[in-house]
């Protein structure tokens, strides 16, 4: 049973699963742990340098969860008919006696001689449904061509030709091919366990990944404020420069102005004494003094304005 833990034959509690992907209960395993010196797998024997971490399988307890809830209740016991006080477990049910029997009241079946014909089978409750409702005798054969339980005399009359084989055989036969099928239904859970266990693995990665690409948009996001901070932090330096540069030209043609104006107004002040000068001399009426004076003043080179 893929619900069965191996240790207490009972359907899991608290799953857990070891590294070679067997389960068991996680006390029952524990328990197994620490009772052993090794520390291997019960099921399959697989030791384990270090004693594995183990957590609880939550799909496994969930499905096993669910599947307690919702297993058929435990078939009530059979008693037997003949126990007077305490009626003890039925070891058998008699189809002619239409009775079932504890140990002690089945003694007689087992030693009188016409007892030891009655059909007996395991205990059960509803020992009418085990009878030819037609002939009134047990249904102990199985009419394969109808695929129903028939009496001994069904199987002469109605039944005649047909194929009929003893319950047992044909109860078996179903009971292999239901034991198939269930493996089939075990490995379709198994495969459904891993299929959720994948999916909650792929879902977690995705989680991840979405936690990253966050981290990493917030890093680009920071980037590129920081990107543009250095921009505007370089435009506004760029700016000052630009601004104490302009001021400074204007300083200097300020400056230079100023010591035009000033040159300017020494040359005129010159040029006043020279016009001075001139005037006097075309007045004059010393020619030989007169031819003597330089039209020009030897270094004055004045510029053209
Ligand atoms: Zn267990
Ligand atoms: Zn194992
Ligand atoms: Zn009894
Ligand atoms: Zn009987
Ligand atoms: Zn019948
Ligand atoms: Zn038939």
Known sequence: DVFQCSICLDVFTDPVTTPCEHNFCKTCLKKHWDNSQTC????????????????????????TDYHKKN???????????????????ALKSCLVCQSSYCETHLEPHLRVAGLKKH??????NNLEDYICQKHERPLELFCRDDQMCVCSMCAVKDHKNHNTVPLEEESEEKQTRLMNKQRDVQQMIQDRIKKIEDIRHSAKVRQLIVLVEQRNTEKEKAA????????????????????????EQQK??????EELIEELEQEIIELNMRNTELKLFSHTEDHLHLLQVPLETPGTGLRSV
């Open 71 to 89: 297993s058929p209740e435990k078939k009530p016991e059979v008693l037997c008919d003949f126990c007077e006080e305490r009626k003890l477990k």
């Open 252 to 257: 200097a043609a300020e400056k230079h102005e």
């Open 119 to 124: 059909k007996l089978i395991n205990p059960v």
């Open 40 to 63: 291997n797998c019960p099921y399959c024997k697989k030791t384990f340098k270090h004693r594995p971490d183990l957590k609880i399988n939550t799909t496994l307890r969930e499905i």
């Open 224 to 247: 590129r404020v920081e990107l543009f901070t250095d921009l505007i932090r370089s435009i506004e330096r760029c700016q000052t420069e630009l601004l104490k540069m302009m001021e």
